[in-house]
């Protein structure tokens, strides 16, 4: 057996064990004088079978909103929130970048609004931009151009000065270095800021979608909804498919970085 | 000062009977101690840069690249990252960038301090070559007195700090130049001799 082939194989027992034993202690009656306790309450944890259960029911169309729809509408919110984000983080975080002033100018309210802990701007997005998908974008749009921006401003002052002698002498204009060094330069590092982005993205939906009731859907709904009628299979659903959520777009990510920063050699072995 | 990086403290320079100040004068070129190849360029895209930037036909920076890399001799490496080169071939790869847009007057600054002797001696064959085809203005800053001997007509000794011109010399080796055969002969030895003892005022302080 491959070196590899063995690492699958432990995952896969570690994953059968931690399933097998949440689903047999879930089903042990304690000995106890109180009758219908378990040795791990299904009532908080709930189950793998009940789990399974509740997602083929969730799935199906006998509910009025179906998983499928709340995973959809989480993963726009998120997408676009991520673009929003990403790309005025981008441009913004490039022009102070290359502009000492106006950087000197805007630091204290940039160190100002970022230290505001985003969860409390909730209520009032949700008070400006309603309960649908807007409130949700602009709550992701809050975090993620702020990663964005911090990194592509870092990104676009440590361009090295001789490369932009190099381009001098071989008469590039003003546009021309912009374009051919400084943002390649600064995206390297912009694009190391895009993993943890979608993240955080995914953070400021789930949250917005707790307070953003049915009309905005998702995923949060689901859960905020369970904890309402004490439904712990249901939020586990949703708890899983936000872990595959998160991953896969986290992996999607990743394969554009390496694609596009292909020329550095971190990136070369595996790309 | 020559290439408008740093501005001199009296005086002035012209190049081509214009004034320097400020910008590159469009005449010179300059390939750096340091690494300036772009990362983030193959190696074709990173000869092209002068010519892209001057808005040459794509036909016509086609053809030029595709004759500097022959000339550089990285054929098979056209669409490799710099990364991926030794430190030789990239200062091979910022040499033909410079190069393909045909400076008057090339200003190098130690651009073979970094490699070992080896690359280094090859690099000096080639060019010595690469200036027997267009005979440029060559201004060439070196530690190494062997490679001022190798390549240059005119060896230029500097004091230490404060940097003033020591002495002016005039290289009588013939050209062309074998950089390996060159170091064999007597008359390389004899002028090794005096431009060294010179210098070695110098390094006594």
């Given amino acids: 057996m491959t070196d590899r082939a063995r690492i699958v194989v432990w995952r896969l027992v570690i994953l059968v064990l931690l399933l097998g034993s949440w689903e047999g202690l879930t089903r042990i009656k304690a000995i106890s004088k109180t009758p219908g306790l378990y040795w791990l309450d299904p009532f908080f944890i709930s189950r793998p ?31 676009w929130g991520f673009v929003v984000g990403v790309s005025t983080g981008f441009v913004v975080g490039l022009v102070l970048g290359r502009n000492d002033r106006l950087a000197r100018i805007f630091e204290p309210y940039i160190v100002a ?63 021309q270095i912009m374009r051919t060094v400084i943002v390649p330069s600064a995206l390297a590092w912009t694009f190391a800021s895009l993993t943890p982005s979608i993240s955080f993205a995914l953070i400021g939906v789930v949250v917005g979608e707790f307070l953003g009731g049915e009309s905005g859907g998702g995923l949060g709904y689901l859960i905020i909804q369970s904890l309402g009628t004490l439904n712990a299979a249901d939020m586990m659903v949703a708890l899983i498919a936000l872990g595959v959520i998160g991953i896969v777009m986290a992996l999607g990510i990743k394969q554009v970085e390496m694609r596009l920063l292909r020329w550095r050699p971190e990136y070369r072995s595996r790309a | 000062m020559i290439g408008g990086l740093v501005t001199p403290t009296s005086g002035r320079i012209d190049v081509d009977g214009r004034a320097v100040g400020g910008v590159p004068p469009p005449a010179v070129g300059y390939v750096f101690q340091k690494d300036t190849v772009f990362p983030w360029r193959t190696v074709r895209r990173n000869i092209a840069l002068g010519l892209e930037y001057r808005g040459a036909p794509a036909a016509e920076q086609d053809r030029r690249v595709r004759e500097a890399i022959t000339l550089a001799g990285l054929e098979g490496f ?66 190494d007195l062997g490679e001022a001997i190798t390549l240059a007509d005119r060896i230029v000794v500097m004091t230490r700090r404060p940097g003033r011109i020591k002495m002016l010399y005039d290289v009588g080796l013939p050209r062309p130049r074998d950089p390996i055969r060159l170091r064999e002969t007597a008359e390389y030895a004899r002028e090794y001799g005096e431009v060294w003892h010179v210098l070695g005022e110098e390094f006594r302080g």
Avoid: C
Avoid at chain 1, 121 to 133: A, E
């Fill in chain 1, 49 to 79: 079978s009940a789990i399974v259960e509740r997602f083929v029911y969730l799935a199906s169309d006998r509910v009025r909103l179906s998983i499928w729809q709340m995973a959809l509408s989480t993963v726009q919110s998120t997408l």
């Fill in chain 2, 78 to 143: 056209e669409e490799a990252f710099p990364a991926t080169l030794s430190g030789g071939m990239r200062q091979r790869v910022a040499l033909m960038r410079t190069l393909v847009v045909e400076p008057e007057i090339l200003l190098m600054d130690e651009p073979f301090g970094a490699l070992d002797t080896h690359t280094k001696l090859g690099l000096h064959a080639e060019l010595l070559t690469l200036w027997e085809a267009k005979h440029q203005t060559v201004v060439f800053v070196t530690h």
């Fill in chain 1, 113 to 175: 609004f970022n230290s505001l802990p985003r969860i409390a701007l909730v209520p009032l997005i949700t008070m400006i931009f309603g309960f649908g998908i807007v409130a949700k974008i602009v709550l992701a749009w809050t975090i993620v151009f702020f990663i964005v921006f911090f990194n592509t401003f870092q990104g676009a002052r440590s361009v090295d000065p001789d490369l932009i002698h190099a381009a001098r002498f071989l008469r590039a204009s003003e546009r």
